[in-house]
């Protein structure tokens, strides 16, 4: 008999099913002996010993929806070492449900901070394979993570609808897009969307420089001009600020996000008229994409021929349209951001995507 816990932890996404779903129809074919343990809310269901046994039936029906059948929580890893509000030791909890459910490995879904606390299950003696899962696509060691394009999509279509309003009215127009510590979404949206100027997390920006590329652009006649702004994005002032300082700042900050203030800034040094448009979690809502449901069922398969070979501590990866493993601790702590002197950036600037640099 084998065992297998499934767990999906951190911020959803559209194809952590789709994934589970690949994970599993490759194990139903490889054994007739495999039971499958859904553990539930993601690391929660681990430490607190909450599980529900999945059936091939569970797998059905199930590409094409968004969310999670057994559902996420996050689960801060650099918490995971203080014990609960009950005095309860978290990973001595996950280790003991571990053996009392007699689990052969446990595949793990999730993003930056889940690989984390997998590389501390892997180094506490538990056999893990993970899956790399996030619309934020930063994820070290995978050229590409499942959730990201059809977030791409959903955010594109936020700045494709907004662009027809902003050209109606001759307003200014700015898409805060998701990603606090990355641009990875922000950027393909806003090339994909046309934005005219697009504010990463990486590349901090100059008020000044924004206001100037907008001038440029009414000077050129152009009634209305659409920004596509991470949710991460920063200015060179506060990117200079010390951690601390920076917090200080932020708490004193009358704005709910940076667009907010971004937008205020252009509104006064322009004049034009700012309109700002939040997409927030629907970018993590509603189906997968095509390219999402194949790299998804792929890693899925992938990470269960692991599980029949016996190869753990590894996260399945996509690297020049292969799957590979990576060695788990190679990921666990490390973050994929975008790079300002990349192809990409210089291609986008190239088409005359201002930076704000
Ligand atoms: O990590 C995925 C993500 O959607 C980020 O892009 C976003 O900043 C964050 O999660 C939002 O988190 P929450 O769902 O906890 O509000």
């Not at 490995?105 to 984390?116: A, D, M, R, S, Y």
């Not at 993570?145 to 662009?163: E, L, R």
């Not at 996000?257 to 509603?286: A, D, K, L, M, N």
């Amino acid at each position: 008999m084998k065992r297998v816990g499934f767990l999906t932890s951190g911020g959803d996404c559209q194809s952590l099913n789709a994934t589970m779903r690949g994970v599993a129809k490759t194990l139903y074919q490889a054994y007739s002996d495999i039971e499958i343990y859904g553990i539930l809310e993601g690391y929660k269901g681990l430490i607190y010993g909450n599980y529900r046994k999945l059936k091939p039936r569970d797998f059905s029906g199930i590409l094409t929806e968004g969310g999670t059948i057994i559902g996420t929580s996050r689960q801060p890893f650099k918490q995971m070492r203080t014990p609960d509000e009950n005095g309860l030791d978290k990973v001595k909890a996950m280790l003991s449900n571990y053996k009392e459910w007699k689990l052969d490995c446990l595949v793990i879904l999730g993003g930056n901070g889940t690989h984390k606390t997998a590389n501390l299950l892997r180094e506490e003696g538990c056999n893990v394979v993970t899956l790399p899962k996030t619309i934020d696509n930063d994820i070290w060691g995978t050229d590409i993570t499942f959730g990201f394009q059809s977030a791409v999509d959903i955010a594109t279509n936020a700045i494709d609808c907004i662009h027809t309003t902003a050209a109606s009215h001759g307003r200014v127009f700015i898409v805060e897009v998701m990603g606090h510590k990355v641009g990875w979404l922000t950027l393909h949206a806003g090339i994909a969307g046309g934005a005219d100027i697009i504010l990463l997390p990486e590349i901090p920006y100059d008020i000044k420089s924004v206001v100037k590329a907008l001038d440029k652009r009414t000077a050129e006649g152009k009634r209305f001009s659409i920004l596509a702004v991470a949710e991460g994005a920063i200015s060179k002032e506060d990117a200079a600020l010390s951690k601390k300082e920076l917090k200080a700042k932020r708490k004193a900050n009358p704005y709910p996000s940076i667009s907010y203030q971004v937008g205020q800034e252009i509104q006064e040094r322009t004049g034009q008229e700012v309109r700002i448009t939040v997409p927030g979690h629907t970018q993590r809502g509603g189906a997968p994409c095509a390219y999402d449901r194949v790299i998804s069922s792929r890693l899925g398969s992938a990470a269960a021929r692991l599980i029949i070979e016996g190869k753990y501590g590894y996260m399945v990866g996509f690297k020049d349209g292969e799957i590979v493993p990576v060695p788990l601790e190679d990921v666990a702590g490390k973050l994929k951001m975008v790079d300002p002197a990349s192809s990409i950036i210089r291609e986008a600037k190239g088409l005359g995507i201002c930076f704000g640099d």
